[in-house]
């Protein structure tokens, strides 16, 4: 299934559906006799906005764009919890790697019917992660109590969408000769299509310096392991 334009009023569900849900966790929790240990909020690297073949870890200040926006506004809507006692820990999630749903099956498709290549000028990053590795990261700052704050959960390799394409196509035995221009997303998907032609090169510095060992850090194996099946 391609993805959708985003009209106004799907940018609105999309807003609102978020920032809802965070305020009636958050007096849920504050209304609760019993209080969580932890409370573990799934954002997105999304929040830094698009910024080309510039590093970013999780010091590096929220974007501009829609996008930006509704993950500020969400990661936002429950910051009370931190008030009631409640260990706070936001996941700034990458592209999970997994056949099951999500990014990948729709890149993989065109390259099994032989017409995959690079989307755009394919220099953009994919902060990829293997869906091992998104699970582990997030069993792991549970399980440590000393984990709070901003982790960004990217594997520690992000590639470009030229590399990415290449190794997926490689790892399927095809070709990754015809590529997609990027006006054409445009024009199909209008402010949507930015999620495809822009991207961000993401590090995973906190969950490194804390100890995290990744089972997937390279791409190859991960796409490997993923497409196995």
């Known amino acids: 299934?391609?993805?959708?334009?985003?009209?106004?009023?799907?940018?609105?569900?999309?807003?609102?559906?978020?920032?809802?849900?965070?305020?009636?966790?958050?007096?849920?929790?504050?209304?609760?006799?019993?209080?969580?240990?932890?409370?573990?909020?799934?954002?997105?690297?999304?929040?830094?906005?698009?910024?080309?073949?510039?590093?970013?870890?999780?010091?590096?200040?929220?974007?501009?764009?829609?996008?930006?926006?509704?993950c500020q506004d969400w990661e936002e809507s429950s910051t009370t919890v931190e008030t009631l006692g409640v260990r706070h820990v936001i996941a700034r999630l990458g592209l999970h790697l997994t056949m099951e749903g999500g990014f990948l099956p729709r890149l993989a498709l065109p390259i099994r019917m032989f017409v995959g290549g690079k989307l755009g000028s394919g220099r953009q990053y994919y902060p990829w992660i293997h869906i091992a590795d998104t699970v582990g990261a997030l069993r792991f700052l549970i399980d440590n109590k000393d984990m709070k704050g901003v982790f960004n959960v990217t594997a520690p390799e992000p590639a470009t969408n030229a590399e990415f394409t290449k190794a997926l196509a490689h790892t399927m035995r095809r070709p990754s000769w015809f590529a997609v221009p990027g006006f054409a997303f445009q024009i199909l998907f209008g402010e949507m299509a930015d999620v495809v032609l822009c991207g961000q090169r993401a590090l995973p510095a906190r969950l490194q310096s804390e100890g995290y060992v990744f089972k997937y850090p390279m791409l190859h194996e991960a796409l490997q392991d993923i497409t196995k099946t």
């Not at 849920?28 to 409370?39: G, L, M, N, T």
């Not at 974007?63 to 509704?70: A, I, K, M, Q």
């Open 1 to 70: 299934m391609l993805p959708q334009r985003w009209t106004d009023k799907k940018k609105e569900l999309i807003h609102s559906s978020r920032v809802t849900t965070g305020k009636v966790l958050s007096v849920a929790i504050e209304s609760s006799k019993r209080k969580p240990d932890v409370f573990v909020q799934a954002s997105a690297v999304g929040y830094y906005g698009p910024l080309g073949e510039e590093t970013i870890d999780e010091s590096h200040p929220a974007g501009t764009d829609y996008f930006s926006e509704v």
